[in-house]
Each structure stands twice: as C-alpha cells, then as structure tokens.
C-alpha cells in the first residue's frame, strides 16, 4: 500500500511530537526547552545571591529538583501576594510567565546536592 504524501508526513509528525514528549528534558531533540533552560539559567543570576544551586538550605530554602508546574505555581502565589514574603513578592512581581516558565525549567534541571 503507498501512503498518501500528506499522510505520511502528518504521520511523521506525530511521531516527531511523541518522540519529543517522551524525551528526557535536558535532551538536545526539544530545542526550545534547551532555550528556556539557558534563559532560566540568565535569570538565575537573580535568585542565587539568595537560593543555593546545590541544593542545600541555610535558612532560605532550596529550589532546585522542583517539577515545574508548582515551581510555576509557586512563583505565582509569590506574585499575586497570596504566599506573604517580602523578598520572594518582590522578585516574583518581576517575572512574567514565560521567565517563569524559564526558571521552572532550569532550576529543576538542577539535582540537589546528596550530604549522607
Ligand atoms: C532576597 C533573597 C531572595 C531572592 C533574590 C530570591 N528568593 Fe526565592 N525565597 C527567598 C526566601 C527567604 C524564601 C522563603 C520564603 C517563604 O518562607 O515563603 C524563598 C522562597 C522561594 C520559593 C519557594 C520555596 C519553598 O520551599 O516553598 C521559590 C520557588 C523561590 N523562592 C524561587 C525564587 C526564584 C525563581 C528567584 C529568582 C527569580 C528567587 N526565589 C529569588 C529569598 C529569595
């Protein structure tokens, strides 16, 4: 049987976008999370006078390893004043949801650091 070329392309499409849904997110095949990820690490100059990129917490806590929908989520709750802190609602008041986005997924590319 011959494919219709039409078809055989939408076919191949959809492999395509299954194949990058079901790649790892640090995998170089789904450029745009590479973008957003070196966009979230840009930002994180931001974050890290504060939060520890290892992971470890000295008295602010880590955010790294985070899935990315609650970091967003998180960072939302922060702007929109219903989680209280002076210092986070200010810098979330900053962020829009594509930096959010961004910082989601650096930060939660990011293993936090095993002290046994
Ligand atoms: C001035 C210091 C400071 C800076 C800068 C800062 N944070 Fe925070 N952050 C804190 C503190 C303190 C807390 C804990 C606040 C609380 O108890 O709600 C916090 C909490 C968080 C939390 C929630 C952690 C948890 O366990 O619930 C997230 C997520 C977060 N920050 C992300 C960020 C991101 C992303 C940036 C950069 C865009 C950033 N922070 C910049 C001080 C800072």
New binding site residues.
């Given amino acids: 049987m011959k494919l219709l070329p039409s078809l055989a392309v939408s076919i191949a499409t959809t492999c395509a976008i299954a194949l990058l849904l079901w790649g790892s997110p640090s995998g170089s095949a789904w450029a745009s999370t590479d973008e957003l990820r070196d966009y979230g690490e840009y ?2 100059g ?2 890290t ?3 520890r990129l290892d992971g470890t917490d000295k008295g ?2 880590s ?1 790294v390893g ?1 899935d990315t929908e609650s ?1 967003i989520e ?2 939302k709750y922060y702007k929109t004043g219903e ?3 002076e ?2 609602e200010s ?1 979330a008041k900053q ?1 829009d949801d594509e930096m959010m986005k961004a ?1 989601a997924v650096y ?1 939660g590319s990011l293993k936090p650091k095993d002290d046994d």
């Fill in positions: 930002l994180a931001e974050c006078t504060c939060h602010i806590p955010i985070w970091f998180t960072l989680r209280k802190n210092a986070m810098v962020l910082l930060f």
